[in-house]
C-alpha cells in the first residue's frame, strides 16, 4: 500500500492519478491543503521538513517528496504501465527535460503565490503587483514549452506518460485553462484528452472536479 500526503486539486493529484492507472494500491493517509495556513503545513512536518505536497510514503516505508521525483520513481517500479519512454531513447531525453521544467519553472511560482508575504513582506500593496507577474511568467512558461513539443496523441507522441498527467494537473491552476489554451493549443488537445480518459473519470470528479467555472 502507497500513502499519501496530499489535498484535493494539489500537486499530490497528478500522483494520485499515476497510481490510479498503474492499479497499485493507495490511500490519502493525511489531507493537508498546506496553502491554507500553518495549521495545514503542520500535518506535513513530519514526513517533509518544507512542508509541502505532495509525500509518498512506498510499501518499504521510504520518503518520497517532490512531485517529479515521485512520478519519474513510480515509472520505474512499475515498467508494466508504461508511462515513461525506456531509458536511452531520444523520447525520454524530452521526457526527462520537460518533467523537469515543470516543477523548476511553473510550480515553483505558486510557492510564492500562495502567500506573498514569503517574499514581498508587510507590504501588501506589491502583492496584486506579484500575483499578476507570476500568472503571468506562468502562462510564459507554458507557451515556450508548447512551441517546442509537437504532439500526437500525447505530448510526446502516441504514447500516454506521467508528463501528459503532470501537465493536464499543472494546467488547471492559475491562470487557468482558458489561458493555458490560448498559450498552448498544441498542448491544450493534450490535455483534454487527458481529461477525458476513461480510467480516470471517477477519480478526477472526486479529488479534481470539473465543476462550471472550472477552465477559467
Known amino acids: 500500500m502507497y500513502n499519501i500526503y496530499g489535498a484535493a486539486g494539489s500537486g499530490s493529484v497528478a500522483v494520485e492519478a499515476t497510481l490510479e492507472l498503474i492499479g497499485a494500491p493507495y490511500q490519502v493517509l493525511v489531507e493537508a491543503p498546506t496553502w491554507e495556513g500553518e495549521h495545514q503545513r503542520n500535518k506535513v512536518a513530519a514526513v517533509n521538513p518544507m512542508r509541502q505536497l505532495p509525500v509518498l510514503i512506498t510499501p518499504q516505508e521510504q520518503v518520497i517528496t517532490e512531485s517529479a521525483a515521485i512520478l519519474l ?25 520537460w518533467m523537469s521544467f515543470i516543477p523548476a519553472a511553473i510550480y515553483s511560482m505558486y510557492w510564492v503565490r500562495d502567500e506573498p508575504e514569503r517574499l514581498m513582506g508587510p507590504n501588501t500593496a506589491l502583492y496584486p503587483q506579484l500575483q499578476q507577474r ?25 504514447q500516454l506518460s506521467v508528463l501528459d498527467i503532470y ?4 494546467s488547471r491552476w492559475t491562470p487557468g485553462r482558458k489561458r493555458f489554451y490560448s498559450e498552448a493549443p498544441a498542448m491544450a488537445k ?19 472536479p470539473f465543476s462550471d467555472g472550472w477552465e477559467g
Do not use: N, S
Open 134 to 158: 507570476t500568472a503571468e511568467r506562468i502562462a510564459y512558461c507554458w507557451q515556450v514549452m508548447d512551441r517546442q513539443l509537437t504532439p500526437g496523441c500525447f505530448l510526446l507522441g502516441d
Open 167 to 170: 501537465v493536464a494537473v499543472a
Open 73 to 97: 520513481w513510480l515509472t520505474e517500479q512499475h515498467p508494466e504501465a508504461a508511462l515513461a519512454p525506456l531509458p536511452g531513447t531520444a523520447t525520454r531525453a524530452q521526457f526527462l527535460r
Open 190 to 208: 493534450v490535455v483534454k484528452q487527458v481529461d477525458a480518459l476513461p480510467a480516470l473519470q471517477t477519480f478526477w470528479r472526486k479529488r479534481f
